[in-house]
């Protein structure tokens, strides 16, 4: 299991790939003249929608029609149709179709109907079989087929069958993408008596338009394409789409798949419980590193941090369906693994320190769980859970949680190797994880941090020269996820990268400047609290006008960003990382002979998502500014977008706002 969502082996993938130019005298290999078929040609001729003149293509046609036999096992077909209206859309004339070793594909062609000329066809034969190579290791392989002419004004198609493994009686039907959608239909068979549940998310609950008692079909037309806005929830967390569930009339699920949170938790624990048996090198180990622990807290951080540290995370996507985790003994010896594989080794490691844990499932996405759909399908990471005795001292620990029938547990991600025992990483905070025991599973929403959690201070002593240069040093220090972030990145950057980027940083609030020290303390330590230090030199950084100098107090630092603005109207809600609180205080010494003659006024603005105050003095010679900025919540809802709008220009007027100093007559 990775971060990538790859549970969901339906994928269809867009590769850039250059076409050869359209026209009758144009011989392409591997292509032959044939009539498209009659679902293609149907929809070449439907009316066309009104679409932006940017849209690149129009889906014309899309179809899904998943089979199910009375033993679970499922065969899917796949239709769809473009019309091509931009040269951009050459892309879609390259389809990729992933499979692995439990799915087979049976067939898979493409056509195209020219605007002018014969129709072309792309057979069997004709496709490329590769591996997928972003896994370290996998036996996932990807079939490709290049359909010809993919120009403005043509139409393209294709058709794929496969049989798939029947690992969970679910489909997904994902009707919207980022093109305009003419019509899509979803058809469902099933075997007689068989039994089925359906769930639309973030799209009203539509009726089958056809229903049977072995077959249902449900159709959606002119549905819009889903545009990419700055600052929005993870597209699979907004995006329109129908799940559903299936099952024999006995109600007995489990035989062939999970499909209720408890069924899918003992499925989990059951499937991976041979991975977590310990070896002689493991309980070995263990010893080691807890010889001078003695308290549940110690013994679980140090085995924590040597999972998290010195295990290497490395994608291996094999066996069912990404989800079965290997050896303990296996990832021990190797010193790697993926999120469930390091995972399992510490819960093995901690099973020999006689601590329980459990593996549990999660979404590295936000949104993209919904409590109603009970769904293994929907989860592409793994974490571990682990039970938290009564007189454990945790108090400072913000990845704990109270599940109902387990008590408290915390919570941690060996993955995630900045994060702090104790935490979580943001994009798993305000989210849910399904853990999984021999008896339940358990879904639980994981608490979203407090902002105080994750800090960042950054603190400037400058000094500003009659030629309007400015001088000075900043001290910055970074607590939790600010930390965190922060860290990676400088750990994963040399020397000279790491001054290039803070030199991009200032670069984008003063010209002129140079760097003359930069140094970092804590860069290693996980938990700690993370220290910049760095001094420059501005030229010109105030502006000269005869007797006055206009400085710019906020000197560093920008809050008031514009993720709402547009002429288009907000049609998502706007997403941040996380919450926060982030200060800063800058103290400017004022050159001789010259004193305040105009002061901003200070700015203070309060929602229920964030809030902003600053203010402005002046005495002994120097100018101070000062300002507090915290993010309460991680999402705001698109009803308090203009909010968000109003707030922000507060931000930005005051982050631009002048102090104007006036050289005194002698």
Known sequence: MTNNNLFSKVL???????????SAAVVYPHVTLADAPTWLKQAATAPKPNVPPETVAVILYDEQETTVQSNGQVEE????????????????????????????????????IPKDGKDYEVKDKDAIETG?????????????????????????????????????????????TGLPVVL???????????????????????KPTAQTSTQAVWEVHDVP???????????????????????????????????SWDQIGVWYSQLSADSIRSTPEIQQKVKDLTANATTWREKTEVLANYVQSQVRYIDIEIGIGGFQPHAAGDIYRHQYGDCKDKATLLSAMLHEAGIPSYLSLAQVYRGVI????????????????IPVPADASVKDFTAIVEAPRLGKLLMFDPTSEYTPFGSLPTYEQDNFVLVATPNSGELIHLPLADPSTNRLVR?????????????????????????????ERLLSSSSTDRTKELEEFLGGFMRGFHLTKVSADNVERVGAPLMLHYEFTAERYAKSAGDLLVVRPRVLGEKGVDVAEGNDPRRLPVAFDDTSVQTDDFEIKLPAGYAVD?????????????????????????????????????????????????????????????????KMEQ
Not at 156 to 172: T, V
Not at 187 to 204: F, Q, R
Not at 472 to 482: L, P
Not at 599 to 609: G, I, Q, S, V
């Open 12 to 22: 269809l993938r867009l590769a850039t790939s250059t076409l050869l130019a359209a």
């Open 77 to 112: 077909i796949y239709r769809r149709a473009y019309l091509i209206l931009r040269p951009d859309g050459k892309e879609l004339g390259i389809l990729h179709v992933p499979f692995d070793n439990e799915t087979k594909i049976t067939s898979i062609r493409g056509w195209c």
């Open 132 to 176: 997928r190579t972003e896994e370290f290791y996998s036996d996932d392989r990807m079939k490709t087929i290049e359909i010809p002419a993919a120009l403005p004004g043509n139409v393209i198609g294709y058709e794929y069958h496969q049989k798939a493994r029947p690992f969970f009686l679910q489909d997904m039907w994902r009707f919207q």
């Open 184 to 206: 899509s239909r979803f058809t469902l068979n099933v075997p007689n008596g068989w039994e089925y549940i359906s769930k639309w998310l973030h799209y009203p609950e539509q």
């Open 225 to 259: 394409a889903m545009k990419e806005e700055p600052s929005m929830p993870a597209w699979s967390s907004v995006v329109s789409r129908m799940g559903v569930t299936f099952h024999p009339p006995s109600g007995n699920t489990t035989a062939l798949g999970p499909t």
């Open 370 to 385: 919904s409590p109603e759909f009970a769904s293994a399908i929907t989860f592409n990471h793994a974490i571990l859970a």
């Open 459 to 487: 603190t400037a002593k400058l000094e500003l020269h009659a030629d309007g240069t400015l001088t000075g040093a900043v001290d910055e220090t970074s607590y939790g996820s600010m930390a965190a972030d922060e860290r």
């Open 598 to 662: 105009d002061m901003p006024r200070p700015t203070h603005a309060e929602t229920e998502f964030g809030s902003y105050v600053s203010d402005f003095k002046a005495d002994a010679g120097t100018i101070h500014y000062t300002r507090n900025y915290q993010v309460k919540q991680v999402l705001v809802p698109l009803d308090k977008v203009d909010e968000l709008k109003k707030f922000n220009r507060q931000i930005a007027s005051d982050e631009r706002a002048s102090v104007v100093l006036k």
